[in-house]
């Protein structure tokens, strides 16, 4: 996107007086009969013809009336005037906070930019102008306001800007929807859904994202994956929108292929664990003990059935043959069986490096 200068300058905005003046020395009408034809004063008149009153719907009926042309036209000439107006005063309704503001966003500004949101180079001030439209919002300084109450409530260590995960939040609502879904979710169908996740996970030629964000529009839920930013710590993000429909989000902070299909398996959980309501926006921050552990919960149910996964563990045999055909017989890659053993430290993590998918994403 090539930069350009926001704003006109006010020497160049042209009042509808202008054009009411124009028409009456045209046609040798005064001011005085012109106020007599449309009902108003001669004062009234005089202010507008000056640039000093606009253009009020009754004066452009009478208008309409007096001189034979459309009110639609004199309203239309106000409505632009007023508009070049605010576009030339534009830069005076920045605020210092949203200077401050600006300065705590250049990761998403960069973004923005690489994504051709922005104009590559302008001001700083302009680029707050930028922002506001990019994440349709009048005042970037209002995106702390974004952040639910309750988010990060347990987590004080966290480097958290609320500008940086304001902006996160707007682009995760404002995230084009490229499929029409019809389908709402309904939690009788969870085991076929995991099914299907597994069978993309297995698939040699799959293209994860798009495959993933087909079948999950199947089943109700809206997905996408989105870049992750500094200040941001989060894993996901999702809504219930009006119609019914989940919006899921997950952020791209690890490319190992296990951690994410874990992070998706969890989100999952989240949604037919009821954690998301009409009114409630889930940013899924680690905070909540209580649901993220029920999550956590799903998501190892749903990839390792527990039996099984005793069973296994019981045999003590963590060899890779074996770890790929325990794999087999749940329908998930060796990473998922390999990553499980060394977050439960029956592994080191640096066994079977070479089995640890890496993915790279298309953001």
């Known amino acids: 996107m090539e930069a350009k200068k926001i704003g006109i300058s006010r020497d160049l905005i042209i009042h509808p007086g202008e054009t009411v003046a124009d028409v009456l020395e045209n ?28 253009i009020s719907a ?13 009110k639609s036209f004199w309203l239309n000439l106000q409505a632009n005037y007023e508009a070049e107006l605010l576009e ?3 830069e005076q309704t920045i605020t210092e906070e949203e200077r401050i503001a600006r300065e705590e966003l250049k990761d998403v500004v960069k973004y923005l930019r690489q994504k051709g ?30 952040i639910p109450c309750g988010v990060f409530r347990m987590a004080a260590n966290r480097a958290v800007n609320p500008y940086v995960l304001g902006a996160w939040i707007r682009l995760c609502q404002i995230a084009e929807n490229n499929k029409i879904i019809s389908t709402k979710f309904d939690k009788n169908y969870t085991t076929e859904l995991i099914n299907e996740m597994k069978c993309i996970m297995c698939q040699k030629d799959a293209k994860i994202q798009k495959d993933i964000k087909s079948i999950m529009g199947k089943y109700g839920i809206d997905f996408s994956v989105a870049r992750n930013f500094r200040g941001a710590p989060v894993q996901g993000y999702i809504s219930q929108k009006s119609d019914g429909i989940y919006q899921m989000v997950l952020t791209i902070r690890g490319s190992f ?7 998706l398996f969890h989100e999952i959980g989240h949604i037919v664990n009821g954690d998301i309501g009409k009114t ?9 003990n209580v649901k993220e552990m029920a999550a956590d919960l799903f998501a190892s149910n749903m990839l390792l059935s527990p039996a099984s996964y005793d069973k296994f563990i019981e045999k003590g045999d963590f060899s890779i043959e074996t ?35 890496r993915y790279k994403w298309a953001d």
């Open 88 to 90: 030339a005063n534009e």
């Open 27 to 54: 046609r040798g009408i005064t001011q005085a009969e012109l106020a007599s034809r449309t009902g108003v004063s001669q004062a009234y008149v005089c202010n507008v013809i000056a640039g000093k009153k606009g």
């Open 117 to 146: 949101m922005m104009p590559i180079r302008e001001k700083k001030d302009d680029s707050i102008l930028s922002l506001r439209k990019a994440l349709q919002i009048s005042n970037i300084a209002n995106l702390k306001e974004m």
């Open 323 to 357: 770890i790929c055909k325990y794999a087999r017989t749940q329908n998930v890659m060796p990473y998922i069986v390999i990553g499980r053993l060394q977050k439960e430290k029956y592994l080191d993590y640096s066994a079977y490096s070479n089995y640890k998918l």
């Open 58 to 70: 009754n004066f452009a009926m009478g208008l309409e009336y007096a001189l034979g042309v459309p």
């Open 280 to 288: 409630l926006k889930f940013i899924d921050d680690g905070s909540d």
């Open 257 to 263: 292929a296990d951690i994410f299909w874990f992070s």
